[in-house]
């Protein structure tokens, strides 16, 4: 009696260290702080669950345990480039655990399984299930394993909405007679393969907004587990993960003017639709490194626009770079970061923070729109949808409504871009005809470094001005 | 409907309120960070993994309880290290460099 008390303090404990942990998580300066509070708190609740008196083995849990830090390092210490895709397959490895752990509870209950256990464990399972093989496409596409283009075809939420609602079939079949343990193998394979096709059919494009829903699934999945094995830590932590992974989807569906609605029924497909329209010969002005290179080194206020296109690149050294010569002369450099850019929420902060970009320099949407009237030049770097004005202006455009950066209010606007070809969503760009937008045509990395060597106070043209 | 499913049902509720206020103060410029260091406080489903893997049953629920361990005490440890990996790069104008 007295072990279980210790357990639950401990549990309570280690709850009010995952609560303090996130709060400190709100400024960069007491976050790290956070981190060592989730880390005490969780190390406290495994500890003392191995002084639970069910256990009567250790062999294997230490065997398991060393097994998951072998493999839980190296996903710790993967490149900054590779976030997105270590994070979805974090997602998969959660999903996984708690997906098992519902099964293995299924097989150690029947035949004395209550209706509404019954309930708890099949939805458990199914949720985890889907979640599991859902991250894994995720991070296959990521990693570009898998092709990153949206995957379409007619009839397809037909397909996979009755995939689903085989899966539920399934389960309600086991809740009106939990003794059909030949229906719940079934179950499971069927929500396995209702994963992959959720995910499937999303573009590279909609990676934020698909990674936030898989972790808010993931963190009900234990929650949900905490209610079936009726330990409260789990139902907190799931709630806690479930609740950020859900405010996140909400940002990014804002962000890109989308139903919730229509994100949790993965219809992501039909934003592709190419607006090929208009095609007709419109004039866009070209200018060199060089050329480039004087228009900074004159302007008053710089913002940069970065997206996905800077880290496919790996271009955020060279970039910290060209913010370090144009500080030095003087030049006001910030840096506007649009919620979907990249390929999960916040993925920009973390590549330009790793290439020692201060982060008091980087600017949210709200923040940047207001300055762009100030700003001398508009630095796009691989960024697309996230600048298009035909967002505000033009509603036959598929964005039409989506929040933007309104970069084309700035003196100069300079866009980095490999070539005319439209960005992931098949858009065309109004942005890139205007007569003060200036193209810079190349891969942005060498574009930016080329703007850098003729920046450097040791060679290059400008310095000699 | 078991009798610990109320409670469950008060301790959820409540949590998520809790959650919904502290993250919604998280500044999206530690967005990623958020999502690792949240995923690092999910895989607490490890203890449940560890009970499944070492108590009294059978074969098939000791390899999946072991699986799961594995699964999510890698997530534990991977997620803390990276989430601190992260958030040690994010430094403020003036404080260059280690």
């Known amino acids: 009696m007295t072990a279980h008390y210790l357990t639950d303090f401990s549990y309570i404990i280690a709850i009010a260290l995952f609560i303090l942990s996130l709060r400190w998580l709100s400024s960069p300066a007491t976050a790290r702080r956070g981190v060592l509070a989730g880390e005490i708190g969780a190390a406290l609740a495994v500890a003392t669950t191995f002084f639970n008196p069910e256990l009567v083995q250790f062999k294997w849990i230490i065997v398991a345990l060393a097994a998951g830090a072998m493999i839980g390092i190296p996903l710790g210490l993967v490149h900054m480039t590779a976030v997105p895709q270590r994070t979805a397959m974090s997602h998969a490895l959660g999903a996984l655990a708690a997906a098992l752990i519902g099964i293995s509870e299924y097989y150690m209950r029947i035949p004395h399984i209550s209706k509404f256990e019954m309930t708890e464990i099949a939805l458990e399972v199914i949720i985890g299930s889907l979640s599991f093989t859902g991250s894994l496409i995720a991070a296959g596409k990521l990693q570009e394993i898998l092709p990153q283009r949206p995957i379409v075809y007619r009839g397809q939420n037909y397909v996979s909405l009755s ?9 309600l079949a086991l809740i009106v007679n939990p003794m059909h343990a030949y229906l719940f193998p079934a179950m499971v394979v069927i929500s396995l393969i209702f994963g992959i096709l959720l995910v499937t059919p999303i573009g590279g494009a909609d990676m934020p907004t698909v990674i936030s829903l898989l972790n808010s699934y993931v963190g009900f999945t234990a929650a949900l587990l905490g209610f079936v094995l009726n330990t409260k830590v789990l139902v907190v932590a799931g709630a806690l993960d479930g609740a950020s992974g859900f405010i996140l989807s909400v940002i990014m569906c804002r962000a890109m003017n989308r139903s919730f609605t229509n994100v949790m029924f993965g219809a992501f497909g039909q934003l592709q639709v190419s607006a090929a329209g208009a095609q007709e010969e419109r004039t866009v002005h070209s200018a060199t490194a060089e050329e480039a290179a004087a228009i900074l080194a004159a302007a008053n206020r ?59 320099r980087l600017l949210d949407l709200d923040e940047a729109n207001p300055e762009f009237p100030q700003v001398d ?83 290059g043209h400008v310095s000699t001005l | 409907m078991p009798a610990g499913f109320i409670e469950n049902l008060y301790v959820f509720v409540l949590a998520g309120f809790v959650g919904f206020e502290v993250i919604r103060r998280v500044s999206p410029l530690l967005h990623t960070p958020l999502m690792a260091l949240t995923n690092a406080l999910d895989a607490i489903v490890v203890i449940a993994a560890i009970i499944i893997a070492g108590r009294q049953g059978t074969a098939l629920s000791a390899i999946l309880g072991s699986i799961a361990v594995a699964a999510a005490f890698s997530n534990m440890v991977g997620g803390f290290l990276i989430t601190d990996r992260m958030l040690r790069m994010f430094k403020a104008s003036g404080r260059k460099g280690q």
Request: net charge negative.
């Open chain 1, 163 to 171: 995939v689903l609602g085989a899966a539920v079939a399934l389960a």
């Open chain 1, 377 to 459: 030049v508009a630095l796009v770097i691989g960024a697309n949808d996230v600048t298009n004005p035909a967002a505000r202006t033009d509603q036959s455009s598929p964005i039409y409504g989506m929040p933007v950066l309104d970069v084309e209010k700035a003196r100069t606007v300079m866009v980095i871009k490999r070539s005319m070809s439209p960005g992931f969503a098949g858009i065309d760009n109004p942005l890139y005809y205007l007569d003060n937008t200036l193209m810079l045509f190349g891969d942005a990395k060498n574009v930016v470094a080329n703007i850098v060597r003729e920046l450097s106070p040791d060679g």
């Open chain 1, 302 to 360: 710089v913002m940069v626009v970065p997206g996905y296109g800077m880290a496919v690149a790996q271009a955020q050294h060279k970039v910290r770079e060209l913010y370090d010569l144009l500080s030095k002369r003087g030049v006001d450099v910030k840096f506007a970061i649009h919620p979907v850019a990249g390929r999960m929420p916040g993925h920009m902060n973390v590549l330009l923070a790793e290439a020692d970009v201060p982060y008091d």
